[in-house]
């Protein structure tokens, strides 16, 4: 295939000439296009509670890579109260959790991206900010959860992105250094996370506000999986297309 087109910052434009010992996986809007189901249940909620609903949008991009704590939060002092909140987020979780019971959407090459690390024998974990069992579920339905050896919760872990600490704890469920990791992140919150854990980092952005600048944390940055399963190692050329 044509040699991938993306771009690098920093020490992470090394060309690598060994596989990563393991692959670690952002979620939601790196595996699954789910940020944007949240955000299509999120805005109307907000509408109809009269908040304007470009601001409401513009508030969603602010929560993407938040553990559920600080959306929680944010969303309660949003509402104006505790019990607006509470009432305002239980809504919301039925709404996406209805869309999502049958049919969890995929970003684009994800499929034939694991396929092709899978037939290579590659390990692979999911490291993500949403609750473990939900986690779990939305990648069974999503038909992609026999791709991983583990899937790290949020909360599953003593701290949440961007503290390293969920990608530090999937390296040893591995028993492999996080330093020989390739980690693959959409948000800004997960990039860093990624980065401090020591991991050989890839942001691929999804959804954000059009003038947030990404981090300068020496990431590789590319347009999609395929694209950044290619930039993790000279090997990843063997990936096989569909």
């Known amino acids: 295939m044509p040699a991938a087109q993306a771009t690098g910052q920093g020490s992470y434009m090394a060309h690598y000439t060994s596989p990563p010992a393991a692959y670690l996986f ?6 699954l296009d ?14 109809a509670r009269g908040h304007d609903a ?6 969603f991009l602010t929560l993407i890579g938040s553990s ?7 969303v309660t002092d949003l509402m104006g109260s ?25 970003r684009p090459t994800v499929s034939k991206t694991l396929a092709g690390l899978r037939a290579q024998g590659a390990r692979m974990a999911v490291v ?35 503290d390293p600490a969920p990608y530090l704890q999937a390296a040893a469920a591995l028993d492999v250094d996080p330093t020989h990791c390739a980690a693959f992140e959409d948000s800004d919150r ?18 954000r506000a059009p003038d947030l600048a990404l981090p300068d944390l020496g990431q590789h940055i590319a347009h999609d999986l395929w694209t950044a399963a290619h930039l993790v190692s000279d090997a990843a050329s063997r990936l096989s297309a569909d």
């Open 26 to 31: 952002d979620m939601d809007g790196l595996l």
């Open 82 to 106: 505790t019990q607006e909140g509470a009432r305002f987020l239980s809504e919301w979780r039925d709404v996406v959790q209805h869309k999502l019971s049958t049919h969890v959407p995929l």
């Open 34 to 47: 789910t940020e944007r189901v949240c955000l299509d249940a999120f805005v109307p909620l907000a509408a």
């Open 54 to 59: 470009e601001d409401a949008h513009a508030f």
């Open 128 to 162: 993500t900010s949403t609750r473990g069992d939900a986690a779990r579920h939305h990648l069974h339905v999503a038909g992609l959860i026999a791709c991983f050896e583990t899937v790290i919760g949020g909360d599953e872990v003593h701290a949440n992105k961007p």
């Open 190 to 207: 997960g990039i860093m996370a990624a980065v401090r854990a020591g991991c050989r980092a890839v942001q691929i952005p999804d959804l």
């Open 68 to 74: 559920e704590a600080m959306t929680q939060d944010r």
